[in-house]
């Protein structure tokens, strides 16, 4: 059926990923009931299967501690294909299909009997995977139970891979902390080689990001340019227009740094920042990355306030609607201090970018949602033109409107010579094409071996490093607290406090996004 379906995939999509399919496996879903699972994980997988990237012989298990038949998971499977916004559209028959391919085990993830019943199911769907015993195991659970659920699959021996392959991802958060993070690293590497650990950061599979090393690596033009002789320093922003949407819980103790700094953005600035690898494998690209973080100045904390600042939203206005503060929300505590705001002023102490400062923000209840990775270049040393110069921009969206605009000057028509900033604007549509899932990349990727995506432990351990002197002045926890006495200190539908404005003038100022 998958070859039936195969055969009316999009072109586009289907041109780039044959040779990539990978070898018969089980994909094992822990959390296959959870959010995650149906909003993201179920279309991804979907959307693989139907332009037969996954083969024949493929299944899904999914495991979650709510009682449940296979054929009530199968029904809540295929209602989650139906109702989410990601699952492409299926072809006639395919989601009948799909449905005969999942099975379900529930139990308590604490006990061996729920890994008994997924080694049952392994063994029977290798059996008719001609014997081949390959597995892959997602772990779409909190972080609680990652270590519970790694173990317990190692009692079983489900991580042996004398007759297969066996992979497992972990998602974020990787830890909460430094000495958290290598606790969990010790834990997985009890049971499991690195090389079969997949760290996955979603963001990393959006087509931009990839780009990036695209545009830098593949076309002489920019990488001659990507360096201190040439770039006045680099803007990176994550802009969010939602506020918690129910996740009080989890973010009044992970706030921005945690949330998005420590993961996402770093992995972006190690992207930015890294050096041409020798070649374009897992290895040496994050060899490279971690080059760049370790080269990235720590920050001790008592200078954070320098170079760091943070913020709250209040209440405020965003599309015309009033919205509450922070401190509104649901279920977060009186007088909370949690940063819903954050900017630093990074310095990497390496050749390329000494005295480039690499300044990046995350925020909620900002105007619009947006990512963009901005390389702002130097003005020409000579002042030819009356009314000054812009600084020309490089600039990838990585959401939302995927693409790539580079802004320069250009006379304008008339007699005088009077510049104007013009924009040339690709944008990932230009292809004729649906992007995919982010999730679908990784995935495929992690069911090939191919790791090139995925942080590797030394990675997760920098990057860390790399926050922990803003963690221990900025968490309640911390004996080096210092709690705001200014919060909040921004309007909600507002592009931050004032002190970011500060942070990165006052010759230079954040992009109008």
Do not use: C
């Not at 200078?303 to 929300?329: F, I, K």
Request: glycine fraction near 8%; aromatic fraction near 10%; charge should be negative.
């Amino acid at each position: 059926m998958a070859a039936e379906l195969a055969a009316n995939v999009n072109p586009f999509r289907a041109g780039m990923r044959r040779s990539r399919a990978p070898e018969p496996a089980t994909l094992v879903i822990f959390g296959a009931t959870g959010d995650l699972a149906k909003r993201k994980l179920l279309p991804a997988v979907f959307g693989l299967w139907q332009d037969g990237l996954l083969g024949s012989a493929f299944n899904i298990v999914g495991v979650g501690r709510q009682e449940m038949t296979d054929e009530q998971f199968k029904d809540y499977a295929i209602e989650a294909l139906k109702t989410s916004k990601e699952t492409d559209t299926p072809q006639p028959g395919a989601l009948e299909k799909f449905r005969e391919l999942l099975y379900y085990e529930f139990g308590d993830f604490g006990a061996d009997e729920v890994y008994g019943k997924v080694k049952a199911q392994l063994n029977e769907a290798e059996d008719a995977h001609g014997g081949r015993k390959n597995a892959l195991f997602y772990l779409s659970t909190p972080p609680s139970l990652f270590e519970p659920i790694s173990n317990g699959l190692g009692r079983l021996g489900l991580q042996d891979q004398t007759e297969g392959w066996r992979r497992i991802i972990v998602e974020k958060p990787f830890g909460t902390d430094l000495a958290s993070a290598r606790h969990l690293n010790d834990t997985l590497h009890g049971v499991w080689n690195e090389s079969q650990v997949y760290r996955i950061d979603h963001y990393l599979g959006k087509e931009t990001v990839q780009n990036l090393m695209a545009i830098r690596f593949g076309n002489a033009i920019f990488e001659p340019l990507w360096n201190r002789s040439f770039v006045d320093h680099i803007q990176i922003t994550n802009a969010e227009d939602l506020g918690l949407e129910g996740r009080a819980g989890y973010y009044e103790e992970a706030g921005v740094v945690r949330d998005m700094l420590q993961n996402h953005l770093m992995q972006v600035v190690a992207l930015t920042a890294m050096e041409p690898p020798a070649a374009f494998d897992a290895d040496a690209i994050r060899d490279e990355k971690v080059k760049a973080l370790r080269a990235i100045r720590r920050i001790p904390v008592e200078r954070v306030s320098e170079v760091a600042v943070r913020g709250q939203y209040g209440p405020g206005t965003l599309d015309g609607e009033h919205v509450p503060g922070y401190r509104e929300e649901p279920n977060v505590q009186e007088g909370s201090g949690t940063p819903t705001y954050v900017a630093v002023k990074y310095e990497i102490d390496n050749w390329r970018w000494q005295g480039v400062p690499f300044y990046v923000r995350s925020g909620k209840r900002l105007p619009k949602k947006v990512t963009e990775i901005a390389v702002v270049f130097k003005r020409p040393p000579l002042g030819l033109f009356p009314g000054g110069l812009e600084r020309n921009v490089l600039a990838f969206r990585i959401q939302p409107d995927e693409g790539v605009s580079l802004k320069f000057s250009s006379k304008t028509p008339g007699q005088e010579n009077v510049l104007r900033e013009v924009v040339m604007d690709f944008r990932y549509d230009a292809f004729g094409a649906q992007l995919e899932s982010p999730y679908s990349r990784l995935l495929l990727d992690a069911m090939v071996g191919d790791a090139t995506l995925f942080p590797r432990e030394d990675e997760v351990d920098q990057a860390w490093q790399i926050v922990s002197g803003i963690l221990e002045a900025w968490d309640p926890a911390s004996p080096h607290y210092v709690p705001p006495t200014d919060f909040p200190n921004y309007d909600a539908g507002t592009w931050g406090p004032d002190e970011a404005d500060q942070l990165i003038g006052p010759d230079r100022r954040w992009r109008r996004l």
